[in-house]
T-cell receptor, first 109, second 117 residues
Framework: DAKTTQPTSMDCAEGRAANLPCNHS???????VYWYRQIHSQGPQYIIH???NNETNEMASLIITEDRKSSTLILPHATLRDTAVYYC??????????FGTGTRLKVLA | GAVVSQHPSRVICKSGTSVKIECRSL??????MFWYRQFPKQSLMLMAT?????????EQGVEKDKFLINHASLTLSTLTVTSAHPEDSSFYIC?????????????FGDGTRLSIL
C-alpha cells in the first residue's frame, strides 16, 4: 500500500499559486518525499524531492513540516499546462515507489 | 536531465501474440529499472523491479511467466508480454534509477500503450 494520502482533486485559477498537500504520517527518519506529475497519456515527470528541509527548483517548491508527517507542493504561478495528476511518493523498501491515487489538479482559465 | 526512452509508444496486435517493450536510459547507467502498468483512470501499479544482470523481482499477483523481464545491460531493460490477451491491454511504463546516491529520483519513460484485439 502507498504510504501517502492526497486529496482526490483540486482546482486552481491560472496565475495563482497551487498548493497540493500530502500526508505521510508513517514516514521513517531517512525516507525522502518525491513528487511527480502525470499529464494524460505520458509517463510521470519528476518535479522535486526532499528529506526535511524545504526545497525549491525551477518547477516548484516543497514544504515539509517539522515532524515530517506532511508536505505541500507549491506551484507558484499555475498555468493551464500544469493541469495533471500529481503524485506524492515515499519509497517502500530500498528503491520501490508505490503510487497512491494522486491529486488531479485542474488549472482554470 | 536524465532521459528514459521507451519503445514502441503504441502497439496493436492480435490475441496470442507476444509483444516486446524496450526501455533505455539514454544518458546514465540504470542499475535498477522498474515496470509499471496503468489502467484507465487508475494509478500506476508496480509490476516488477529488475537489477542489471540478475533476475527480476515481481510484485505479488504478477505472473513472471506472462511478463518476462530482461535487464541485460546497464542501459536496457525489456518487458515481453507473452501470448497477450485482451485483458493485457494497458499502459505500460518503465522507470530507471542510476548508481548515484540512494535518494536520487527515478526517471520514467513515456509509456507504451498496448492494445490486444
Amino acid at each position: 500500500d502507498a504510504k501517502t494520502t492526497q486529496p482526490t482533486s483540486m482546482d486552481c485559477a491560472e496565475g495563482r499559486a497551487a498548493n497540493l498537500p500530502c500526508n505521510h504520517s508513517t514516514i521513517s527518519g531517512n525516507e525522502y518525499v518525491y513528487w511527480y506529475r502525470q499529464i494524460h497519456s505520458q509517463g510521470p515527470q519528476y518535479i522535486i524531492h526532499g528529506l526535511k528541509n524545504n526545497e525549491t527548483n525551477e518547477m516548484a517548491s516543497l514544504i515539509i513540516t517539522e515532524d515530517r508527517k506532511s508536505s505541500t507542493l507549491i506551484l507558484p504561478h499555475a498555468t493551464l499546462r500544469d493541469t495533471a495528476v500529481y503524485y506524492c511518493i515515499v519509497r517502500v523498501g530500498a528503491y520501490k515507489y508505490i503510487f497512491g491515487t494522486g491529486t488531479r489538479l485542474k488549472v482554470l482559465a | 536531465g536524465a532521459v528514459v526512452s521507451q519503445h514502441p509508444s503504441r502497439v496493436i496486435c492480435k490475441s496470442g501474440t507476444s509483444v516486446k517493450i524496450e526501455c533505455r536510459s539514454l544518458d546514465f547507467q540504470a542499475t535498477t529499472m522498474f515496470w509499471y502498468r496503468q489502467f484507465p483512470k487508475q494509478s500506476l501499479m508496480l509490476m516488477a523491479t529488475s537489477n542489471e544482470g540478475s533476475k527480476a523481482t515481481y510484485e505479488q499477483g504478477v505472473e513472471k511467466d506472462k511478463f518476462l523481464i530482461n535487464h541485460a545491460s546497464l542501459t536496457l531493460s525489456t518487458l515481453t508480454v507473452t501470448s497477450a490477451h485482451p485483458e493485457d491491454s494497458s499502459f505500460y511504463i518503465c522507470s530507471a534509477r542510476g548508481s548515484g546516491p540512494y535518494n536520487q529520483p527515478q526517471h520514467f519513460g513515456d509509456g507504451t500503450r498496448l492494445s490486444i484485439l
